[in-house]
């Protein structure tokens, strides 16, 4: 499935022709193993999901194009349990490939299937029913600014499920302790009286409230201070290790990638030109993947 | 999406360097148009989709009847005072304006009959229609637009919910409930602001002016022997411009692009075109219904 990785162009080698460019690559790859060697219980997470074998995100060849193309031929297989995560530059259509997913948007060619169930001829309202499915958590967590914190956590509730509002209540709160909030402290404020950490974490509650097998997040840790993206990544990882949930992860945060993913694609000129592990990445001797590493730390 | 594109490619075509001929020229000029009709015929499927969606939906589960009601109290309630000023001040100036030219006449008793008969069939419901295209169309297009820059519109199709019918179909049955019911205060308001000009003014008694008032609705006719034909003029405009308003600052609300100068843009698309679609609709409606009812 993984993609060899291309060759570098020629601006990127105009990027890091140099030897300092070359030794900066090489104690950042260096980093990085460090940070995938000491991360040892994320690192048991991913192997031991890796296991199960079923497809639950699937994209075939996909193509989309609005005035420019903006994503070609895009393949890759996401597993039950699996953190898959799409890095690139800004602008190389990773957003793009979540809208995909949830058919907000419909390939012009190829086709993106759901446990198996090919997604891009159904209705709207077909399609209603599959976003059920999945629990999404938006760049700026786009939780609605005119209900309150709890309101918005027990939104999928009273919109899918039959709950009465003791379970409804039950279950926010019960969300809310997962993302570790107070509860109590948060339920009646509105979006706009909370942090951005908090916001991200009311998204995280949300997005999860269904209890969905697969999690997409947009940029979950952009604009974080590096105490909340923690918070977060570790959030995400919990979220997998104790729900098994199939995870979809769109960041240009390499560090955080390392540390949850099982499975790295790379984004480059509307493509995946990799396709592989983090610690595949890390070893890779593409100076486009090196740049693109090296990046991240300067 | 294609006709932008083919648009795109066109811009791209330097027709003067390089295919400097006038059958070229004229060929991308022709281009040019077919796009920019395309675009507008796109535009106005669009809008009718929408129209035609949200109002399917009214009488589709689930049913959003709290946001129903939130929203009748924002478009009815709290369009309230803004209704009752305009409605009073223009019933006055035009009890004043008429008052000049009727003594010429020596009939300054039918003062009632002038200002009944404009602001029941047209000034209410144009004004009332007016002035909530001002006040909720803005506020609405404003409120959605955001919703679209922050993701928010993303967030309810990813939730599993149709954000026509959460969103709009609640601000159309608002809209078409509410509008009437405004349009019948600026109507009585606006008599009553009348009322008092002729009694200052003219030194009309009230129970004067107001049977006059009677008069010129009974004169007018009855529909079905029963409704007068005045009343169906004036509580079909307000019917039919709450239903404008209301998917006129949707469609713009929800089509936002380009963040919050996006949304500016998007309030100011929604002012302009509802209130000159309601004087457009007003003389078509005003028009059929001339022909349909019976006057006299």
């Known amino acids: 499935m993984a993609d060899a990785p291309k060759a570098s162009t020629p601006d990127n080698r105009r990027r890091t022709g140099d030897a300092a460019d070359d030794r900066q690559s090489a104690a950042v790859r260096h980093a990085i193993r460090s940070e995938l060697a000491v991360d040892a219980p994320a690192d048991d997470a991913r192997t031991a999901k890796q296991s199960s074998e079923q497809s639950v995100v699937e994209l075939q060849h996909v193509s989309l194009a609005f005035d420019v193309p903006i994503i070609e031929d895009i393949s890759f297989v996401t597993c039950e349990g699996e953190t898959m995560a799409i890095v690139g530059e800004s602008g190389t259509g990773k957003s793009t490939i979540l809208k995909l997913v949830l058919r907000l948007l419909v390939p012009d060619r190829g086709c993106v299937l759901i ?150 694609a790379l984004l480059q000129d509307r493509r995946i030109t990799f396709l592989g592990t983090p610690e595949e990445m890390a070893a890779s001797e593409d100076r486009y993947i090196q740049d693109f590493l090296g990046g991240f730390s300067s | 999406m294609a006709v932008s594109g083919t648009g795109l490619a066109l811009s791209g075509l330097d027709c003067r360097t390089r295919y400097d001929h006038p059958y070229t ?59 009752i000023l305009t409605g009073l001040f223009t019933g006055m100036v035009l009890a004043l304006q008429s008052s000049v030219q009727l003594k010429t006449f020596g009939a300054s008793i039918y003062i009632g009959n002038l200002v009944s008969a404009s602001m029941i069939r047209e000034l209410g419901p144009v004004l009332a229609g007016l002035m909530v295209a001002g006040r909720v169309g803005s506020g609405i297009a404003a409120q959605l637009g955001s919703m679209r820059v922050t993701e928010q519109i993303d967030a309810l199709n990813t939730l599993g919910t149709d954000p026509i019918k959460k969103l709009v179909t609640p601000r159309l049955i608002a809209a078409l409930v509410m509008l009437p019911v405004l349009t019948i205060i600026n109507d009585f308001v606006g008599i009553i602001g009348g009322n008092i000009i002729a009694s200052l003014v003219l030194g009309l008694p009230s129970a004067m002016y107001w049977r006059t008032v009677w008069v010129q609705i009974a004169n007018d006719g009855f529909a079905l022997r029963f409704f007068p034909n005045d009343f169906i003029q004036g509580l079909t405009k307000p019917v039919v411009f709450g239903g404008l308003i209301a998917v006129t600052a949707c469609y713009f609300g929800l089509g936002t692009t380009g963040g919050t100068e996006g949304v500016g843009q998007s309030t100011t698309r929604t002012v302009v075109t509802s209130s000159i679609l309601i004087l457009i609709v007003d003389y078509f409606i005003t028009q059929v219904l001339l022909s349909v009812l019976t006057y006299g």
Do not use: C, W
């Not at chain 2, 015929?41 to 589709?60: H, M, N, P």
């Open chain 1, 115 to 264: 446990d198996g169930e090919d997604i891009t001829p159904l209705s709207f309202e077909e399609a209603l029913v599959v976003r059920q499915k999945m629990g999404m958590v938006f760049q700026g967590s786009a939780l609605f600014d005119s209900m309150s914190v709890f309101e918005n956590v027990a939104y999928p509730l009273r919109e899918h499920t039959e709950m009465n509002e003791d379970e409804i209540a039950q279950r926010v709160r019960e969300k809310l302790q997962f993302v570790d909030l107070e509860a109590d402290r948060v339920m009646e404020q509105l979006p706009s009286e909370l942090s951005g950490g908090m916001k991200k974490r009311v998204g995280i509650a949300r997005g999860m409230a269904n209890n969905p097998r697969i999690m997409l997040y947009d940029e979950p840790t952009s604009g974080l201070d590096p105490l909340t993206t923690g918070t977060i990544m570790r959030l995400i990882m919990k979220l997998q290790r104790e729900l098994g949930v199939t995870s979809l992860v769109v960041s240009h945060d390499i560090r955080a990638v390392f540390r949850m993913a099982s499975k790295v």
């Open chain 2, 25 to 83: 020229r004229l060929s991308a000029l022709l281009t040019r148009l077919n796009d920019a009709a395309k675009s507008k015929v796109l535009t106005l499927q669009e809008y009718f989709v929408l129209a035609g969606k949200s109002l399917r939906f009214i009488f589709a589960r689930p049913f959003y009847g709290q946001d129903a009601v939130q929203q009748m109290d924002e478009i009815g309630v709290k369009s309230l005072g803004i209704v």
